[in-house]
């Protein structure tokens, strides 16, 4: 019957239907068959919560009602069952942690890791200290869920390096005590021979500050003796595995097991488990804890102490008046024992074989025989091992302990043995039996009983739930003067013979008639055959079950004495650890007063633990075994049924479902419901009580369904439950659409208000503007910006006008401009000038004749080219370029130079050529026409030379008042063989810029006019540089003296 939607069978057993062992069984078949491996056994106290989506009331309250978180926590007993999975399933590690911690008990899942969360989060918030009981049998997985319950702890609280490193001390424990205290039984790979409980203390802020762990009677007859299949602690065979060449040099010890008698040969190795690397995890965990490296050798020097004492062998000797004794076979073992912790072998052999037994004053030594001492060898290794091992809980202890003074909080862990039923039940199993006996008795008065006498103390009418109290077999067991316990101390210290069977004759006439209570004799006086029960055996019946226990050294363990000399022996030795161990040994501290026995150790340390756990807000996980085999996916209902039967499963459920599904106070009721009644809702003036009456009466709850206790309003079944919060839901949603409405609309209208006065506003302001603007011109304020206007106007236009009439004259070469009136018209004053100047410019322009505008381009081109560059330059810019200097029109005899060359003659002039070899000059006449220079003879009519102009490459002239010009011609020209020309003219500008212009209309190339100090002209294949000097004359007309300076120098001076 699913509740939640997809959850498999019935997560929460309050809600099994029908309430029966067959049901339960079935239903944690099928979750465990489908991986489901945790139910809860509680009813939710107020677990109705609906989740929105869904239509069927769901006992879970969502996530979005924080406020439940609290509630649950006022219930005390949460209940966890778990049934042991024997395979890693993908529900833990830090994603469901952080899952757990968010939510509560009875929203996800039931979980280890939800029931921790309660309980820490009750210890944090509430204050209120917690332990957590887990119980099981052997191999269920106790261990395994204490480490969760750690591992939740130390992942929600606090952080800090401080807090991590307690943390990681906590965590680190288990490993250490694992490797000394496991073993591989039967039963369990893995199974803890000792009991645990462990305290975890925080501070106010719920972060970790120590803890304390207690350990319960470790089982040290297995360092002896293992059953066939099982093996000895795990530390032996870690040591032996793990521990490199150098350290076993160190201990004495060989790798192999099969060396070792106290090592059971059959098994030495546990399939998944690792020891070498298990031991490194040890060695690191020790370091982490706190131990010293001495200490770490030490302790492992005494555990090598162990297995090498399981070594000694004993042999038979006879004394001299053939009284049997024994002796040591080989004396090496023991040598090197001695050696290893510094004691003196031969004491150590004394110790063994021989007694030392005091009657008043005197000593009498006593031999052993072989069996005695064999009995009092392993008597010494098993209590080194256990002593030990007590050690190392101390140590850490020491490590983990939080200073005194703080105010802590505290959350135990218990993890001990579960009910034993083996073949041969011994006084171990009677102890551990009784321990469960005492956990019973503490689930039954914290959640059984207190559910019962709460119902009293609320004045309701109840029907009592039978339930088994067990408690008279506690008192069958430890009551102080007539229990099992006391009647075995009483044995153990009687004077006179005592035996097992004086013990079992003694509980058989005490308990002969009590119910609990059966042994051979009370049956033959009852006249009962049993054929199991033996001579020395009594049975009890546990509430988990009946035990026959042999008695066989029930006053041997009990005494749990070593001989004086082992312990003197162990005291004397020099090793600082194993000294320690042995405090009884130091002969000052003799007493003659007995140590207590194992039996009342074990009662005392049961009753503190009971009272701690009273203390308490108790939380159970009860871990079952669903298989003897170890097995994944195997389930055997009866196995689980007995485990179910004696964990009370049943009963625990059956007390909730027969009493009050839930209850809660007046006060937090009313608030939760008050919402459905129009009585009490939205106020309510009346009393907590009455309100509540006033509300469940006007929601016409059947009376049967309700009780009023004092404080309380209890309710029956989950059925009513479900639909007060069902009508809660929907009144929620009721009230939810109410809010919606009146929320909205009061949205809407507020917009709309807001619009509205914006709009009011906006139009206000624009009309206002508008107005405003309208009038601004009738206003006094605006006068100025008019006048202001006016009055600049009215400058600007006196300024213009007279600028008007007083115009300076149109010449263009006159530059002159009145100045403005006012500062403010200086930059429109500039540009009306440039203005009329290039009005005046365009003017002229417009005037001149075509020619006039041939002159001035040629003068412009003159002007570029030389302009800056020559001396001569200035002076020729007066002058107008005539063109003709030689009368050609007029000269007949000139004219026929033009020859075949009819083009127009553009430069006619007489020049000086001057002579390149030698520097002299002669006159040449020069004609320039649009595509030719000619050079002639003055008297010849006949030209001389024609260069073409588009041979001309360039011209060089100085830039000096001469008129000296070289002119560069082509090499592959005609006449450019013979070299550049070097000609001085009278008109070198004219010439040169008409030159100029004539190669840029018959070649569109510009000729290149270079006009320097110096330049050289080729000479046929040589060149001569010409040298221009400036002489100290200073002429209108300029002359020059030509002097050759060496083969290719021509040095023109000037004047
Ligand atoms: N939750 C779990 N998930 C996976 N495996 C588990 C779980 N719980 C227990 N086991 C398996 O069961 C084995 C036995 O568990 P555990 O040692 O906790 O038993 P125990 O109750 O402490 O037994 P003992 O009383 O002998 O110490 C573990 O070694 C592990 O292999
Ligand atoms: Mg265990």
């Given at each position: 019957?699913?509740?939640?939607?997809?959850?498999?069978?019935?997560?929460?057993?309050?809600?099994?239907?029908?309430?029966?062992?067959?049901?339960?069984?079935?239903?944690?078949?099928?979750?465990?068959?489908?991986?489901?491996?945790?139910?809860?056994?509680?009813?939710?106290?107020?677990?109705?919560?609906?989740?929105?989506?869904?239509?069927?009331?769901?006992?879970?309250?969502?996530?979005?009602?924080?406020?439940?978180?609290?509630?649950?926590?006022?219930?005390?007993?949460?209940?966890?069952?778990?049934?042991?999975?024997?395979?890693?399933?993908?529900?833990?590690?830090?994603?469901?942690?952080?899952?757990?911690?968010?939510?509560?008990?009875?929203?996800?899942?039931?979980?280890?890791?939800?029931?921790?969360?309660v309980a820490y989060q009750s210890l944090r918030d509430r204050d209120r200290d917690q332990c957590i009981l887990i119980t099981?049998?052997?191999?269920?997985?106790?261990?395994?869920?204490?480490?969760?319950?750690?591992?939740?702890?130390?992942?929600?609280?606090?952080?800090?390096?401080?807090?991590?490193?307690?943390?990681?001390?906590?965590?680190?424990?288990?490993?250490?005590?694992?490797?000394?205290?496991?073993?591989?039984?039967?039963?369990?790979?893995?199974?803890?021979?000792?009991?645990?409980?462990?305290?975890?203390?925080?501070?106010?802020?719920?972060?970790?500050?120590?803890?304390?762990?207690?350990?319960?009677?470790?089982?040290?007859?297995?360092?002896?003796?293992?059953?066939?299949?099982?093996?000895?602690?795990?530390?032996?065979?870690?040591?032996?595995?793990?521990?490199?060449?150098?350290?076993?040099?160190?201990?004495?010890?060989?790798?192999?097991?099969?060396?070792?008698?106290?090592?059971?040969?059959?098994?030495?190795?546990?399939?998944?488990?690792?020891?070498?690397?298990?031991?490194?995890?040890?060695?690191?965990?020790?370091?982490?804890?706190?131990?010293?490296?001495?200490?770490?050798?030490?302790?492992?020097?005494?555990?090598?102490?162990?297995?090498?004492?399981?070594?000694?062998?004993?042999?038979?000797?006879?004394?001299?008046?053939?009284?049997?004794?024994?002796?040591?076979?080989?004396?090496?073992?023991?040598?090197?024992?001695?050696?290893?912790?510094?004691?003196?072998?031969?004491?150590?052999?004394?110790?063994?074989?021989?007694?030392?037994?005091?009657?008043?004053?005197?000593?009498?030594?006593?031999?052993?025989?072989?069996?005695?001492?064999?009995?009092?060898?392993?008597?010494?290794?098993?209590?080194?091992?256990?002593?030990?091992?007590?050690?190392?809980?101390?140590?850490?202890?020491?490590?983990?302990?939080?200073?005194?003074?703080?105010?802590?909080?505290?959350?135990?862990?218990?993890?001990?043995?579960?009910?034993?039923?083996?073949?041969?039940?011994?006084?171990?199993?009677?102890?551990?039996?009784?321990?469960?006996?005492?956990?019973?008795?503490?689930?039954?008065?914290?959640?059984?009983?207190?559910?019962?006498?709460?119902?009293?103390?609320?004045?309701?009418?109840?029907?009592?739930?039978?339930?088994?109290?067990?408690?008279?077999?506690?008192?069958?067991?430890?009551?102080?003067?007539?229990?099992?316990?006391?009647?075995?101390?009483?044995?153990?210290?009687?004077?006179?013979?005592?035996?097992?069977?004086?013990?079992?004759?003694?509980?058989?006439?005490?308990?002969?008639?009590?119910?609990?209570?059966?042994?051979?004799?009370?049956?033959?006086?009852?006249?009962?055959?049993?054929?199991?029960?033996?001579?020395?055996?009594?049975?009890?019946?546990?509430?988990?079950?009946?035990?026959?226990?042999?008695?066989?050294?029930?006053?041997?363990?009990?005494?749990?004495?070593?001989?004086?000399?082992?312990?003197?022996?162990?005291?004397?030795?020099?090793?600082?650890?194993?000294?320690?161990?042995?405090?009884?040994?130091?002969?000052?501290?003799?007493?003659?007063?007995?140590?207590?026995?194992?039996?009342?150790?074990?009662?005392?340390?049961?009753?503190?633990?009971?009272?701690?756990?009273?203390?308490?807000?108790?939380?159970?996980?009860?871990?079952?075994?669903?298989?003897?085999?170890?097995?994944?996916?195997?389930?055997?209902?009866?196995?689980?049924?007995?485990?179910?039967?004696?964990?009370?499963?049943?009963?625990?459920?059956?007390?909730?479902?027969?009493?009050?599904?839930?209850?809660?106070?007046?006060?937090?009721?009313?608030?939760?419901?008050?919402?459905?009644?129009?009585?009490?809702?939205?106020?309510?003036?009346?009393?907590?009580?009455?309100?509540?009456?006033?509300?469940?009466?006007?929601?016409?709850?059947?009376?049967?369904?309700?009780?009023?206790?004092?404080?309380?309003?209890?309710?029956?079944?989950?059925?009513?439950?479900?639909?007060?919060?069902?009508?809660?839901?929907?009144?929620?949603?009721?009230?939810?659409?109410?809010?919606?409405?009146?929320?909205?609309?009061?949205?809407?209208?507020?917009?709309?208000?807001?619009?509205?006065?914006?709009?009011?506003?906006?139009?206000?302001?624009?009309?206002?503007?508008?107005?405003?603007?309208?009038?601004?011109?009738?206003?006094?304020?605006?006068?100025?910006?008019?006048?202001?206007?006016?009055?600049?106007?009215?400058?600007?236009?006196?300024?213009?006008?007279?600028?008007?009439?007083?115009?300076?004259?149109?010449?263009?070469?006159?530059?002159?401009?009145?100045?403005?009136?006012?500062?403010?018209?200086?930059?429109?004053?500039?540009?009306?000038?440039?203005?009329?100047?290039?009005?005046?410019?365009?003017?002229?322009?417009?005037?001149?004749?075509?020619?006039?505008?041939?002159?001035?381009?040629?003068?412009?081109?003159?002007?570029?080219?030389?302009?800056?560059?020559?001396?001569?330059?200035?002076?020729?810019?007066?002058?107008?370029?005539?063109?003709?200097?030689?009368?050609?029109?007029?000269?007949?005899?000139?004219?026929?130079?033009?020859?075949?060359?009819?083009?127009?003659?553009?430069?006619?002039?007489?020049?000086?050529?001057?002579?390149?070899?030698?520097?002299?000059?002669?006159?040449?006449?020069?004609?320039?026409?649009?595509?030719?220079?000619?050079?002639?003879?003055?008297?010849?009519?006949?030209?001389?030379?024609?260069?073409?102009?588009?041979?001309?490459s360039g011209v060089s002239v100085t830039s000096l008042q001469d008129g000296l010009f070289g002119l560069h011609l082509n090499?592959?020209?005609?006449?450019?063989?013979?070299?550049?020309?070097?000609?001085?003219?009278?008109?070198?500008?004219?010439?040169?810029?008409?030159?100029?212009?004539?190669?840029?209309?018959?070649?569109?190339?510009?000729?290149?006019?270079?006009?320097?100090?110096?330049?050289?002209?080729?000479?046929?294949?040589?060149?001569?540089?010409?040298?221009?000097?400036?002489?100290?004359?200073?002429?209108?007309?300029?002359?020059?003296?030509?002097?050759?300076?060496?083969?290719?120098?021509?040095?023109?001076?000037?004047?």
């Amino acid at each position: 019957m699913p509740i939640l939607e997809g959850s498999i069978g019935v997560e929460d057993l309050v809600l099994l239907e029908p309430l029966e062992e067959e049901s339960l069984l079935k239903n944690l078949q099928l979750r465990y068959e489908n991986k489901e491996i945790y139910v809860r056994s509680l009813w939710v106290p107020l677990a109705v919560g609906v989740l929105e989506s869904s239509c069927i009331p769901i006992p879970y309250p969502p996530s979005s009602f924080p406020l439940l978180s609290s509630w649950f926590q006022t219930y005390i007993g949460n209940v966890v069952i778990s049934v042991n999975p024997y395979q890693q399933l993908p529900i833990y590690g830090p994603e469901f942690i952080a899952k757990y911690q968010d939510y509560t008990f009875y929203e996800l899942k039931p979980h280890i890791y939800a029931l921790a969360n309660v309980a820490y989060q009750s210890l944090r918030d509430r204050d209120r200290d917690q332990c957590i009981l887990i119980t099981g049998e052997s191999g269920a997985g106790k261990t395994e869920a204490s480490k969760l319950v750690m591992s939740y702890v130390a992942a929600v609280c606090g952080k800090g390096e401080q807090v991590n490193s307690v943390k990681e001390q906590l965590l680190q424990s288990n490993p250490v005590l694992e490797a000394f205290g496991n073993a591989k039984t039967i039963r369990n790979n893995n199974s803890s021979r000792f009991g645990k409980y462990m305290d975890i203390e925080f501070d106010f802020k719920g972060s970790p500050l120590g803890g304390v762990i207690t350990n319960y009677l470790l089982e040290k007859s297995r360092v002896v003796k293992q059953l066939k299949g099982e093996r000895n602690f795990h530390i032996f065979y870690q040591l032996l595995a793990g521990a490199d060449e150098q350290l076993l040099k160190a201990l004495k010890l060989k790798r192999d097991t099969s060396a070792y008698t106290y090592l059971n040969q059959e098994v030495s190795r546990v399939g998944g488990m690792n020891d070498a690397s298990n031991f490194q995890d040890v060695q690191r965990a020790m370091i982490v804890i706190g131990f010293s490296e001495e200490e770490i050798r030490q302790v492992l020097e005494v555990t090598a102490l162990v297995l090498k004492l399981g070594n000694v062998e004993l042999t038979d000797e006879f004394q001299a008046n053939g009284i049997p004794a024994s002796g040591i076979r080989d004396g090496k073992g023991v040598q090197e024992i001695g050696e290893m912790v510094g004691l003196n072998s031969e004491e150590v052999e004394r110790a063994l074989c021989s007694r030392t037994v005091e009657t008043g004053k005197e000593k009498v030594v006593t031999v052993l025989n072989v069996i005695q001492a064999q009995y009092a060898r392993d008597a010494l290794a098993k209590n080194i091992y256990s002593r030990l091992f007590n050690w190392i809980v101390n140590r850490i202890n020491e490590s983990i302990k939080v200073g005194t003074g703080e105010k802590k909080k505290v959350m135990g862990v218990l993890d001990i043995y579960g009910f034993e039923i083996l073949e041969d039940n011994s006084f171990e199993q009677f102890v551990i039996n009784y321990c469960n006996e005492k956990l019973q008795q503490v689930f039954i008065e914290l959640t059984l009983k207190e559910e019962q006498e709460e119902y009293k103390r609320e004045g309701i009418p109840w029907t009592k739930v039978d339930y088994f109290d067990n408690g008279i077999i506690c008192n069958l067991i430890e009551h102080n003067q007539r229990g099992i316990l006391a009647m075995l101390d009483e044995e153990c210290l009687r004077p006179g013979v005592v035996s097992d069977s004086t013990f079992l004759a003694k509980l058989n006439q005490l308990f002969s008639n009590h119910s609990h209570y059966e042994s051979k004799v009370t049956q033959n006086a009852q006249r009962l055959y049993d054929h199991s029960m033996g001579l020395s055996c009594f049975r009890i019946c546990h509430y988990a079950g009946k035990v026959m226990y042999n008695v066989t050294s029930f006053i041997d363990k009990n005494n749990d004495l070593l001989f004086r000399d082992l312990s003197q022996a162990m005291w004397k030795a020099q090793h600082p650890l194993l000294r320690s161990l042995f405090p009884e040994g130091n002969p000052k501290q003799v007493s003659l007063k007995r140590p207590p026995t194992a039996g009342s150790q074990f009662k005392n340390s049961v009753a503190i633990l009971m009272k701690n756990l009273y203390s308490k807000n108790p939380n159970y996980i009860r871990c079952i075994k669903p298989n003897e085999h170890q097995q994944q996916g195997q389930f055997s209902s009866e196995l689980v049924a007995v485990q179910a039967r004696y964990l009370g499963l049943l009963e625990n459920v059956r007390v909730r479902r027969a009493g009050y599904a839930h209850r809660q106070g007046y006060k937090s009721f009313l608030e939760r419901y008050r919402l459905l009644s129009r009585s009490t809702w939205p106020h309510w003036n009346g009393g907590d009580r009455e309100g509540v009456e006033k509300l469940l009466g006007e929601l016409s709850i059947s009376s049967e369904e309700l009780a009023f206790g004092k404080t309380k309003i209890f309710i029956r079944s989950p059925k009513t439950l479900f639909y007060l919060e069902e009508q809660r839901r929907l009144r929620i949603q009721q009230l939810a659409t109410l809010i919606q409405k009146i929320y909205r609309g009061w949205r809407c209208r507020t917009h709309y208000q807001l619009m509205r006065k914006s709009q009011i506003l906006i139009s206000a302001w624009f009309r206002g503007n508008k107005a405003r603007k309208n009038y601004r011109k009738y206003f006094r304020s605006g006068a100025a910006l008019t006048l202001a206007n006016f009055i600049y106007k009215s400058i600007a236009q006196k300024f213009l006008l007279g600028l008007k009439n007083n115009l300076p004259s149109t010449d263009v070469l006159d530059n002159t401009w009145p100045a403005a009136p006012y500062k403010c018209f200086n930059r429109a004053n500039q540009e009306l000038h440039q203005l009329f100047h290039q009005w005046k410019c365009k003017k002229f322009r417009d005037q001149l004749s075509p020619k006039q505008v041939q002159v001035l381009r040629e003068k412009l081109c003159a002007s570029e080219l030389f302009k800056g560059k020559k001396a001569s330059y200035p002076q020729s810019v007066p002058i107008p370029f005539r063109g003709d200097y030689i009368g050609l029109q007029s000269n007949p005899k000139l004219q026929k130079l033009k020859g075949r060359q009819e083009e127009p003659i553009l430069v006619a002039e007489t020049v000086k050529k001057v002579n390149r070899g030698n520097g002299k000059t002669s006159a040449r006449i020069l004609l320039l026409t649009k595509g030719h220079v000619i050079l002639t003879d003055t008297k010849k009519t006949q030209a001389k030379t024609i260069i073409g102009l588009d041979h001309v490459s360039g011209v060089s002239v100085t830039s000096l008042q001469d008129g000296l010009f070289g002119l560069h011609l082509n090499e592959m020209s005609p006449v450019g063989s013979k070299g550049d020309f070097l000609l001085v003219s009278d008109h070198v500008v004219e010439l040169l810029t008409k030159m100029y212009q004539a190669v840029l209309d018959a070649t569109q190339r510009q000729l290149s006019v270079t006009v320097t100090e110096g330049f050289s002209v080729r000479f046929k294949e040589s060149s001569v540089a010409i040298k221009v000097i400036q002489g100290p004359g200073h002429g209108e007309k300029s002359k020059f003296i030509c002097k050759k300076k060496g083969s290719n120098c021509l040095e023109v001076t000037v004047q």
